[in-house]
C-alpha cells in the first residue's frame, strides 16, 4: 500500500506563494500519474492539477490557471505544487492523489492513493 504525504502548507497573506509537496513510499509516483485536490470547508473535494506519468503532460482547473504550477521529481518521488498570488478563496485542505493511470484525471475516481492532506490558509 502507497504512502503519500503532504507537507508545505500554512498561513500566508493574499497575494503571497507556498509550495506544497507530496512525497510517495516505494517508488510509487515512478509508475503514477498524480493529482493535486483541495476541500474547503462545507464544500466538496475539488480538482486543482495534475500531471502525467511522465511529467510531459499537466492541466488545471480553471481557477488556478497561470498561478498555480504542479511539476514532479521522479528521482525523489515527490510532487510539487508550487502557488502564487494566492486568494481567500483558495483557503483548503489540499490532497495529492496517484493514479495508476499514465495521465492524471479531475474525477477523485480516478485515483488509487490519497494523503492526508495539507491545510493552506490565505488571509485577506
Known amino acids: 500500500q502507497a504512502q503519500l504525504v503532504e507537507s508545505g502548507g500554512g498561513l500566508v497573506q493574499a497575494g503571497g506563494s507556498l509550495r506544497l509537496s507530496c512525497a510517495a513510499s516505494?517508488?510509487?509516483?515512478?509508475?503514477?500519474?498524480v493529482g493535486w485536490f483541495r476541500q474547503a470547508p462545507g464544500k466538496e473535494r475539488e480538482f486543482v492539477a495534475a500531471i502525467s506519468r511522465s511529467g510531459g503532460s499537466t492541466h488545471y482547473a480553471d481557477s488556478v490557471k497561470g498561478r498555480f504550477t504542479i511539476s514532479r521529481d521522479n528521482a525523489e518521488d515527490t510532487v510539487y505544487l508550487q502557488m502564487h498570488s494566492l486568494k481567500p478563496e483558495d483557503t483548503a485542505v489540499y490532497y495529492c492523489?496517484?493514479?495508476?493511470?499514465?495521465?492524471?484525471?479531475?474525477?477523485?475516481?480516478?485515483?488509487?492513493?490519497w494523503g492526508q492532506g495539507t491545510q493552506v490558509t490565505v488571509s485577506s
Open positions: 492523489a496517484a493514479s495508476k493511470a499514465p495521465f492524471g484525471s479531475e474525477y477523485y475516481a480516478g485515483y488509487d492513493y
Open positions: 516505494g517508488r510509487t509516483f515512478i509508475n503514477s500519474a
